[in-house]
């Protein structure tokens, strides 16, 4: 890092945190909270929590943690009190796909824009995230857009983020191309040299080329991370890869072995994805000795169940609530629909992939209680999602208190920031959203956000959200 940048981030941060003429309350206390604290613990009824400069300092029960004096206090009773989302697999630097046709064969590119990427992080916040992973996008954008928000110039979550993927040479001209184990080094050395935090790895490298590319992030002291298929899931925790995206396992070789060349042989419009789940038996040796890799390899994953649920519900466009476009700038969804329609699918494909979707959520439920730590993210750039993430969650039969853990303290699981965000100790970021409602009792509560702490500072979520969508009533753009 260069001199005149952290120059830059100290004047800038300051800027923030002293506005003109108005003196700094260095010590907040918040103040009668139920604390769900993303640990283990049980909540904790009437909670006192000492922030100072940005930190939490003390937490306890009002006999135990004392104001100090002079702190601001921030009454909280009656309602709950969380560490910030984690928001694991958001597309922060987002762009849309589109159809190149330019050279002497199409492919697809990856358009970025700068403008929708800031509403995004905004409206980010307004939903409690106040950390996300960026699992791929365009490296030196990705890596500027980061540095932007870091420094205080942009409002939004704490971003932790990869750059292109790493991905087999195909007619995608996003991805950062590796077709030997050399190339895959030499892409993770690119990569590291532009800045980002872990390395993104996708589903056309073979296991010879994820061992190299994990290899070559950890010589970096990067954490790598898959979105596979030719590379099963048991091979890539063998290889020490850290955190798998997506539910999709899609590996023939995790099939039952009868069942593995049809569906080699049947893959088409992205409905493989889907079929896989009709064809492997959750029982069997395969998948048993993948559960027993990855919880050895502590393998964290983002199951983005929600992004399934939207391509297999894409059919029917009163499916989710009206409210839930609103949050994307309104020619993204244009282009969206799209890439969707691309695909091709008729009503019995859409009523195939809608047959499976009941499998996919049984096994993140079967690999939370085989001790995978799961992780929230939605795919897409949308905020609204990472909620109803957390309600397919809830309805795959896992209890609501780990949901929420899963969405705060495995995240910092995921990312190896622990000893700062995810949960409400002593020594964490005052990285905080407070509920109206309890969110064990109902996990939608979990969009009743009465205030975001970033770093000790309250705000009303509404504060955060981008002009358009500050007047409070959203309508379907
Ligand atoms: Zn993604």
New binding site residues.
Partial sequence: MSIPFVVRAFVTSLAVALPVGVLPAQTLVLRGATLIDGTARPPRPDAVVVIRNGWITAVGSAAEVAVPRGARVLDLRGQYLLPGFIEM?G?VAIGAWEIDSSGSRRSLRYAYDEAASQELTRSQLAFGITTVRN??APTAEAVSLRNRVRTGELPGPRIITSGAPIDAPSPISAIDPAATEAEARAAVDRQAAAGVDFVKLYAGLDSSLVRAAVDQAHRHGLRAVGHLWRTSWTDAAEAGIDGI?HIIVNNAKLLPPAAREPYETSIRNGLYMYEWFGKANFDGPEIAEMMRALVAHRVTIDPTLVAFEITAWHDQPTFYPVEADSFVPPSFLKKWAAMNALRGWSAADYAKARSYFPRMLELARRLHEAGVPLTVGV?GANPWLFHRELELLVAAGIPPADVLRMATHNGGIGLGLTSEIGSVEVGRRADLVVLSADPIADIRNTRKISWVLQGGRPARPAAFLPERLRAGRVSRP
Avoid: I, M, V
């Fill in positions: 697999h597309h699992p791929a995206t795919d």
